[in-house]
């Protein structure tokens, strides 16, 4: 069992129920439905047939709703595209135009006021430039910097300005009503630029009646500007090297995701490092060399979790793409632990000391005595989620009675989820341990485990004993 998660976006290319089931198999922990593209109701059928898959094989499975953000588009252009050169000129007007290589408007006609002389739109992706030269009441008039293709639809990104606008929208707010009447694991919210939106989406989710985990999406200069308060403020970080190497200087994002990575391991945080990880599998069946680099390098920066995008969604090789991502991974878990490489939290990371202080130990434990594996009873899956952070050379099996818990459970590195009651004696509470290790054949009879509880077995989050155990010793 690899110990990296891997999350894989659905798409047409893998919405089916076969192709679910070859994709969890091929080692898929997470499923990403991507409210940008589709409807509710294929993703309402999408998460029917995860759910049902995932059942049928016996798999924990999580899925992650994300929110589309205030993303900039450009409207509707003739005839769907248009090429435009380097120095030529063009508007950006605040109406709701047909674009053509005259003018362009947007989805977000207010940015004509929010917009400097001298700043710049970078269209999609980056690839066409345009620098504002003059401003207008009704629009901005700039000249192309570096010239393409302009196509309906295609985002717009303004690195040097400042927009005064909410991190949800109508579509948003319409869309995480859903997703928390569905029971989806967690949200995750583009384009975060500070705390106060993560606090916004709670809000939010309040409304509606629940709240769900929050993956804060870093892809702004602001959100590297507050990112300690992001980080404090989510569940779940994931690195969105999409739009920040296009927000931020290309050449410094590798440095951007090693200090994201670093500070969220010191936080006892989940991450994510997602975007184009194995793109060139869109259309091939192999990667390329660089990308089999950045992977392991994501992993080695103390990454939770790799995801899939079009690779999954729209690509021709999806389950190819899953199980390159998982030889990648097992390669280079397997050097961490030949190298001896394990890691910190920041005393600093959890609200309760005891619970640090019990996984610390736990991990050492485990080292030390070379156990077999972590057992852990979890009612909402806190201590796991430390543990898991703090990256032990040993399978964590994180035991819960939660349905929700152990699915959530699937995003933390290097823990098997497992659904059981816990027994409210000790005794009886080892024997249910040791049958289900027995079972599944993750430990033999006499075989050294360390468990993690609470003496309080009635009580939800006292997690504050550590057993060294012998499975089968009563």
């Not at 953000?69 to 000129?89: C, N, Q, S, T």
């Not at 619970?355 to 972590?374: F, Q």
């Amino acid at each position: 069992m690899i110990r990296t998660k891997i999350i894989a976006t659905v798409g047409p290319a893998s919405d089916s129920s076969e192709m679910i089931g070859l994709l969890i198999d091929a080692g898929v922990d997470v499923f990403r439905l991507n409210f940008s593209h589709g409807t509710l109701a294929q993703h309402g059928e999408a998460l029917e047939r995860i759910r049902a898959v995932g059942g049928d094989r016996g798999a924990t499975v999580a899925v992650m709703g994300d929110l589309c953000g205030p993303k900039i588009r450009v409207g509707e252009v003739d005839d769907g595209m248009f090429e435009i050169a380097y120095g030529d000129g063009i508007d950006v007007v605040a109406g709701d135009v047909v674009g053509n290589a005259e003018r362009i408007s947007t989805n977000r006609p207010e940015l004509i006021r929010e917009v400097g002389v001298g700043h710049r739109l970078l269209i999609d992706d980056g690839l066409v430039w345009l620098r504002v030269e003059r401003v207008t009441a009704d629009r901005l008039r700039c000249v192309c910097e570096a010239g393409g293709a302009i196509s309906t639809r295609k985002g717009v990104n303004l690195p040097d300005s400042e927009l005064a606008m909410s991190a949800l929208t109508d579509k948003d707010e319409q869309d995480l009503t859903w997703a928390v009447e569905h029971g989806v694991d967690y949200v995750a919210l583009s384009f975060v630029r500070r705390a106060e939106d993560v606090a916004e989406l709670r809000q939010v989710m309040r409304r509606v009646g629940a709240e769900l985990p929050v993956v804060a999406k870093i892809e702004t200069p602001q959100a590297i500007e507050h990112l300690g308060g992001i980080i404090d403020a989510a569940d779940v970080v994931l690195v969105a090297r999409g739009d920040l190497g296009v927000e931020m200087d290309l050449a410094r994002l590798p440095l951007l995701q090693k200090e994201i990575t670093a500070e969220c391991q010191k936080a006892g945080k989940p991450v994510i490092v997602a975007t184009q990880m194995l793109q060139s599998m869109v259309e091939h069946s192999t990667a390329t060399r660089a990308e089999v680099s950045d992977v392991a390098n994501a992993i080695l920066d103390s990454a939770d979790c790799v995801m899939l995008s079009a690779e999954t969604s729209v690509g021709a090789h999806p389950v190819a793409a899953v199980r390159m991502m998982a030889r990648i991974a097992e390669q280079t878990e397997a050097y961490l632990t030949r190298s001896g490489a394990f890691a910190e939290m920041d005393t600093d990371a959890s609200a309760n000391p005891v619970v640090t202080a019990v996984v610390h130990a736990a991990n050492l434990v485990a080292r030390e005595l070379r156990a077999k594996l972590i057992a852990v009873w979890t009612d909402q899956g806190y201590t796991v989620r430390l543990l898991s952070k703090c990256r032990p050379n040993r399978p964590v099996i994180g035991l819960s009675p939660d349905d929700r818990t152990c699915r959530r459970m699937a995003m933390y590195y290097g823990t098997s989820p497992v659904r059981m009651e816990q027994p409210a004696e000790l005794a009886p509470m080892m024997r249910a341990v040791d049958e289900l290790l027995l079972a599944r054949g993750w430990a033999a009879r006499g075989d050294l485990v360390v468990v993690v509880a609470g003496t309080r077995l009635e009580a939800a989050g006292a997690t504050n004993s550590l057993l060294i155990h012998l499975v089968g010793d009563e």
